[in-house]
Structures are given as structure tokens and as C-alpha cells.
């Protein structure tokens, strides 16, 4: 397939490892399970345990990137799948008064992780090449996610919840193993020196403000991912709600999980060659209009129409976005980017639950409407900063006085 060939080998088996590491990686799915259950808290004790773990996935998202630049990506992935796996593991054997500990210390872990593997190929792939490489990196992560949740459910049901933890844990640390083999050490990703011998003192902030439709993107993506998470927060709640039972929303998610293992690559390769800003204004667009379906009435065919919408738009904008960021990062900052994206594009893992909970509790028909205005506003936000961007490239390198500029002309 024309551009697949853009994307190094090592791409494929970090793919190759991620799908793997994913499929064992199914005990965010049952945690809450497994607190109120065998562990035996009370619903607000397990939710207090779960929010904190998510504080503590945001921060290694957040900071994952950190340590990459610091002191190489490859070693930053190394060391937090081998902290995150060996935490997964004795987490059965811990005692239920530390669990508020060991669980988001697995969980910041698995921060760094994300954020590592995005800066690793970002460090891999030129210029030019990340969109495929990142949708391909995507791709095994949600098909190993789509193969992984039903094997969870067969271990929790069959075996017992401490397993789930011992087969996560494991497939983190030979995640780690697989890492180590096929990562070659040079490709470690230190950076050069910055031009100002670091990004102390606000030089990260002073690289943003440089890059403008950057932070236009980061805070359309943090609106989005508020308003994308809704259909794993508060949509099933409105789903029951309406007399549509478990099943319902289990197929619903289905369709998502297939139609983005199914299209998310084609797609990439097709519009690779399209400017970024308006794929991914498109994409939160859809986001925003896959809500409003919901205002046609309730029922299996609009959430069926709202799920696909929501999904195309996922395809349009995650893995276009990601690569935006890395494009356009300093060679010497790429992982702080990198992890300044991935924070924010999991934001909505904290605040989804609360904000949507709190305004539909509240005023339940104001939900989909807002999310359908905030996801629309977001997408033609980046949508406006894309013409905006086209201007200013279009325009002599003198005028704009960009190095990027003065480069392309």
C-alpha cells in the first residue's frame, strides 16, 4: 500500500509489541470491579481509588515526555513499563490500605508510557512519515484493546480478578523485554542541545507562544477530549436510562473499536498528504455532530449514527494531531510536546465523568447540546487557525520572519 513503505521496520515491531502489551492490558476495564468486589470498599472508597489513579495517568502523560528528552525515550519507555508491570503484579498481594498508592503508581507508569512510545516514533520517523507511523502504532493498540476485553472478562470470570493483574503486569515488563530487543540503543531520542542550553525558566513556554496554532490545537484538544469522553462516561447512563440494557452499549463500542481498526490506516494513507489543520478541524467537527445525533430522539439507530460520527472523527483528528505536534516540536524538545499532547488529548479521563456526571444530574437535556456546540466551536477553531496557517506559509519569508518559512520558500 502506497506510503506503509514510509514506515521503518522498527515502527512495525514497536507496533508489533504495543499489540501485545495491549491485550494484557485490560484491568482499567474491571478495577472497579474488582475494589467493590473482592476487594470489598464501598462505591465512594473505589471511586476516590480510581480518581486518584487517573490523576496519576494524566501526570505520567504530562511528564513522560520529560524524561525522554532528559535522558532518552527508549530509557524513559524501559524504566516505566518495568516500574508499571512490577506494580501491577504485586498489586494483588498488597494490602487494601495501600491500594491508593501502588494503583496510581501503575497508573503514572502507564503515562510515561504512552507518552514515550508517541516520542519514540516521533524521534524514528522523519518528517513527512509520522501520520502513517502513529496510525499504525494506533491501530494494533485498539485491536489488541478490541481482543483484549473479552479475554479479561473469560480470567475474571473463570480464574479470578488477581490474575488480570498478574497477566497486565507480565505483558508490561515483556513489553519492556520486546523494547529493549528490537529499539535499537541509538535510537534512544536524546536530543541536541537547545539553542539556549535548555527550556528552563519558560523557554518550553517561549517554543509555544512561537508555535501559535500548536496551542490553539492543544486547548481545541483539551475541549474535545471533555466532550469525546462522553460515551464512556455519562452515554451509557443515558442509554439505561431510555430502556437500552448492557448489550446495547456493548455493541455501540464494537462499532467503534471495528470501524477504527478497519479504516483508521486507509484513511491515514489517503489523506496523508492533506494539510493537517483542517483533517483535524474536520475530525472534532464530527465529534461535535455525532452529539447532535442524539437530539434526533433516542434509539438504537441514532446512537448507532452518533457512535460511527464520533468514531470518523477520531480517525480524522488523534493520529493527524499527533503527528502535527511532532512536526512541528524542536528536535531538542520533542518529547515534551509530545507529552504536553498526550496529557491533554486524556484529560477527559478525569474530567469527563465528573463535569458530564455533575450536568447531567443536573440538567440532563443541556448535555448533548453542549457537547455538540463545544466539539463543533473546537473543530472550527482549528478549522480558522488552518487558513490562517496557509496564509502565513503562502507568504514571503520576509514578511513573516519564520525560520520555517524562510526554509520552505
Known amino acids: 500500500m502506497q506510503g506503509i513503505k514510509d514506515v521503518p521496520k522498527v515502527v512495525w515491531l514497536l507496533a508489533a509489541g504495543i499489540f501485545v502489551n495491549a491485550v494484557a492490558s485490560f484491568t482499567f476495564v474491571f478495577v472497579f470491579l474488582y475494589l467493590t468486589g473482592p476487594r470489598g470498599l464501598g462505591a465512594a472508597q473505589a471511586g476516590l481509588v480510581v480518581g486518584i489513579g487517573g490523576v496519576g495517568l494524566v501526570a505520567g502523560n504530562f511528564t513522560g515526555g520529560w524524561y525522554g528528552d532528559r535522558f532518552g525515550h527508549r530509557r524513559a519507555l524501559l524504566a516505566a513499563s518495568a516500574l508499571g508491570g512490577a506494580a501491577l503484579v504485586v498489586l ?34 522523519p518528517e513527512g512519515s509520522r501520520r502513517q507511523a502513529f496510525a499504525v502504532t494506533r491501530s494494533m493498540s485498539n485491536a489488541g484493546f478490541a481482543a483484549g476485553g473479552p479475554i479479561g472478562a473469560l480470567i475474571a470470570t473463570g480464574l479470578s480478578y488477581d490474575w488480570l493483574f498478574l497477566a497486565d503486569g507480565l505483558g508490561t515488563l515483556l513489553f519492556a523485554l520486546w523494547t529493549a530487543r528490537v529499539v535499537p540503543a541509538r535510537v534512544s531520542g536524546r536530543p541536541s542541545a537547545a539553542p539556549d542550553g535548555g527550556l528552563g525558566r519558560g523557554g518550553l513556554w517561549r517554543e509555544l507562544r512561537a508555535r501559535p496554532a500548536v496551542l490553539v490545537l492543544l486547548g481545541a484538544i483539551a475541549v474535545i477530549d471533555l466532550v469525546y469522553r462522553q460515551h464512556l ?19 455501540l ?11 483508521e490506516l486507509p484513511a491515514t494513507l489517503a489523506l496523508r498528504r492533506r ?114 496557517e496557509a496564509r502565513r506559509r503562502a507568504r514571503p519569508a520576509h514578511e513573516t520572519g519564520s525560520p520555517r518559512a524562510a526554509v520552505a520558500g
Request: hydrophobic fraction near 55%; proline fraction near 6%.
Open 92 to 125: 494483588p498481594t498488597v494490602p487494601t490500605g495501600l491500594l491508593a498508592l501502588v494503583l496510581p503508581i501503575a497508573q503514572y507508569a502507564s503515562g510515561v508510557i504512552r507518552a514515550a512510545n508517541s516520542a519514540l516514533v516521533a524521534v524514528t520517523v
Open 233 to 251: 462516561t455519562t452515554f451509557p447512563v443515558f442509554l439505561a436510562d431510555h430502556g437500552m440494557d448492557t448489550r446495547a452499549y456493548g455493541l
Open 253 to 263: 463500542i464494537a462499532i467503534n473499536g471495528t470501524v477504527i481498526v478497519l479504516l
Open 275 to 388: 494539510s493537517p489543520l483542517p483533517v483535524i478541524g474536520c475530525g472534532l467537527v464530527l465529534v461535535g455532530g455525532g452529539y447532535a445525533m442524539l437530539l434526533l430522539g433516542v434509539g438504537m439507530a441514532t446512537a448507532a449514527a452518533m457512535m460511527v460520527l464520533l468514531t470518523f472523527g477520531e480517525i480524522l483528528y488523534k493520529t493527524t494531531a499527533t503527528a502535527y505536534v511532532a512536526d512541528e516540536s524542536p528536535e531538542y524538545a520533542i518529547g515534551r510536546f509530545q507529552s504536553l499532547y498526550a496529557g491533554v488529548s486524556i484529560s477527559g479521563f478525569v474530567l469527563a465523568g465528573p463535569l458530564g456526571g455533575a450536568l447531567y444530574a443536573g440538567a440532563p437535556g443541556l448535555l448533548w447540546p453542549l457537547c455538540a456546540v463545544l466539539g463543533t466551536a473546537a473543530g472550527a477553531t482549528v478549522l480558522a487557525m488552518g487558513v490562517r
